[in-house]
T-cell receptor, first 114, second 112 residues
Framework: GNSVTQMEGPVTLSEEAFLTINCTYTATGYPSLFWYVQYPGEGLQLLLKATKADDKGSNKGFEATYRKETTSFHLEKGSVQVSDSAVYFCALSEWGGSQGNLIFGKGTKLSVKP | EAQVTQNPRYLITVTGKKLTVTCSQNMNHEYMSWYRQDPGLGLRQIYYSMNVEVTDKGDVPEGYKVSRKEKRNFPLILESPSPNQTSLYFC???????????FGPGTRLTVT
């Protein structure tokens, strides 16, 4: 079945460092891909999304490109801040653009030190 | 303010004592869902509902029930909780296909 694999954490970076969190997926169709962020003690928030191959999602300085040839959707940010410390989840939807049935990766905890 | 609310936020209970976790959204969303979050396993979908009176199983439905009698509410029912249902639970909603999914703040449940 469909699945999402993301790099294990925790990831610890210094402020202003470059961030990459790897995410690869397995899907039989043409899923939409998402990155969600969970700040301490809160629910998940959609960070960015891409609905078809070669789309680039971006938000708050984060970017991810939907790469069908490598089945990847890596999250990147050029210069992280302490406020970016959170758990990041890669996810896909099984039904094209629908978020009706999200499948999540296990999450990657990011800690950014001043 | 557009939001998804859950109650209670924290609950400690004993094995076998029926409980209900409520979920309500004020965005007139068609779709609602329940997830559980466990360390090392990420989030897994329990049940979802595409509309009033329409519900379906997610990946881990065993031991749970849901109902969708009104559009805004989607309660999660544990008829006979067991310790393996100790987890962090999230309710979520979205307008329809392709739209952003909004999550509630979570309910931390401990079953002893």
């Amino acid at each position: 079945g469909n699945s999402v694999t993301q790099m294990e954490g925790p990831v610890t970076l210094s402020e202003e460092a470059f961030l990459t969190i790897n995410c690869t997926y397995t899907a039989t169709g043409y899923p939409s891909l998402f990155w969600y962020v969970q700040y301490p003690g809160e629910g998940l928030q959609l960070l960015l999304k891409a609905t078809k191959a070669d789309d680039k999602g971006s938000n708050k300085g984060f970017e991810a490109t939907y790469r069908k040839e490598t089945t990847s959707f890596h999250l990147e940010k050029g210069s992280v801040q302490v406020s970016d410390s959170a758990v990041y989840f890669c996810a896909l939807s099984e039904w094209g653009g629908s978020q009706g049935n999200l499948i999540f990766g296990k999450g990657t905890k990011l800690s950014v030190k001043p | 303010e557009a939001q998804v609310t859950q109650n209670p936020r924290y609950l400690i209970t004993v094995t076998g004592k029926k409980l209900t976790v409520t979920c309500s959204q004020n965005m007139n969303h068609e779709y609602m869902s329940w997830y559980r979050q466990d360390p090392g396993l990420g989030l897994r979908q329990i049940y979802y509902s595409m509309n009033v009176e329409v519900t379906d199983k997610g990946d881990v439905p065993e031991g749970y029930k849901v109902s969708r009698k009104e559009k805004r509410n989607f309660p999660l029912i544990l008829e006979s909780p067991s310790p393996n249902q100790t987890s962090l639970y999230f309710c979520a909603s979205s307008m329809d296909e392709g739209r952003e999914q909004y999550f509630g703040p979570g309910t931390r449940l401990t079953v002893t």
